[in-house]
């Protein structure tokens, strides 16, 4: 693929924004490597005959990929078949710690796998979100804590996203950036 055709969706859903900000940021990052780029939250996704690579994300909840996710991914099987598809999730196991966390962060949930493996994506990645204090209960914070949880705020490590999205543009044969994009 020559650099200047790349044309790639970035395709999310999110429930509080975390989703869209490592998009937002991965398109930036193909961008700056010359590629030609199209943003949308998964409710106005373009069509995909138009594009050479598919970038798709989703906010986790309950383990689970959004239902505007997995409504879209079977809405469009067949094209997601013909399209090079890379799939990230944005939930709080990466960012888990101690011997139950790392081991549950490193664990891809049973509906999140059989919603990829359906797909094929050339790559799946998880990486952690944001997660506030504010409005979780007791329980659920107890839990979190359990499970290795060891801090609250933007969990999100930019350093694995820019990573990720340098390994696409490498793959699809993408110049140097011509510019660094800043994260949010």
């Known amino acids: 693929m020559e650099a200047n055709k790349a044309r790639i969706a970035v395709i999310y859903a999110t429930a509080q924004g975390s989703t869209r900000d490592i ?15 199209e943003l949308s939250d998964v409710e106005h996704a373009p069509e995909l005959s138009g594009f050479d690579v598919v970038i798709l994300g989703s906010a986790v909840h309950d383990r689970a990929l959004l239902p505007a996710v997995k409504s879209y991914v079977s809405t469009h099987r067949d094209a997601l078949a013909d399209t090079d598809v890379w799939l990230f999730s944005v939930g709080l196991g990466p960012a888990l710690r101690g011997p139950i966390g790392r081991r549950i962060g490193r664990t891809v949930p049973k509906k999140i796998a059989a919603l990829r493996d359906s797909i ?5 990645r998880a990486f952690a979100g944001h997660y506030e204090r504010a409005g979780v209960s007791l329980q659920a914070r107890a839990l979190y804590r359990l499970m290795g949880g060891t801090r609250y705020g933007d969990l999100r490590d930019w350093t694995a996203i820019r990573t990720w ?4 543009a490498v793959s699809l044969g993408l110049p140097e950036a011509t510019s660094t994009p800043i994260h949010p």
């Open 120 to 124: 094929s994506p050339r790559d799946y």
């Open 165 to 168: 999205a340098t390994d696409i």
């Open 23 to 37: 998009a937002e940021f991965i398109g930036e990052t193909l961008i700056a490597r010359g590629a030609v780029v």
